[in-house]
């Protein structure tokens, strides 16, 4: 009997609101990633908010209270499109969000 192993390389990227904004509601993150044509699904559980894109491996873990959105985290799976990434990055940047990395804040675009 052979085992097999396979590892999926994953990658965290924050992406967040920035100091000088307001936080967005959820439906329009939403939205923002309907428009760039990524077919979504969200799903609320217990610990927390999950967009998954269809057909892909990268989810988007999401801050929600009360209806509104600051910060999630893109956990893109390298295996996925390469057109998936940008384009979940010009839905954040068309609402104003930001990157943020160990260096500090960047733009998306």
């Known amino acids: 009997m052979s085992r097999f192993s396979f ?9 967040s609101v920035s100091d000088s904004s307001n936080p967005n509601t959820l439906r329009s993150v939403l939205a923002a990633l309907r ?18 894109l269809d057909g892909c491996e990268t989810v988007i873990s999401i801050e929600v209270t009360h209806g509104l ?14 057109d ?7 839905a954040f940047d068309h609402i104003g969000w930001i990157g943020i990395d160990e260096d500090g804040e960047y733009q998306l675009l």
């Open 7 to 15: 590892t999926v390389a994953v990658m965290d990227i924050t992406v």
């Open 35 to 52: 428009a760039q044509k990524l077919e979504i699904k969200h799903d609320h559980k217990n610990w927390g908010d999950w967009i998954r």
């Open 69 to 82: 959105t600051s910060s999630a985290t893109i956990e893109h799976c390298e295996d996925d499109s390469e």
């Open 84 to 90: 998936v990434l940008p384009a979940i990055y010009r």
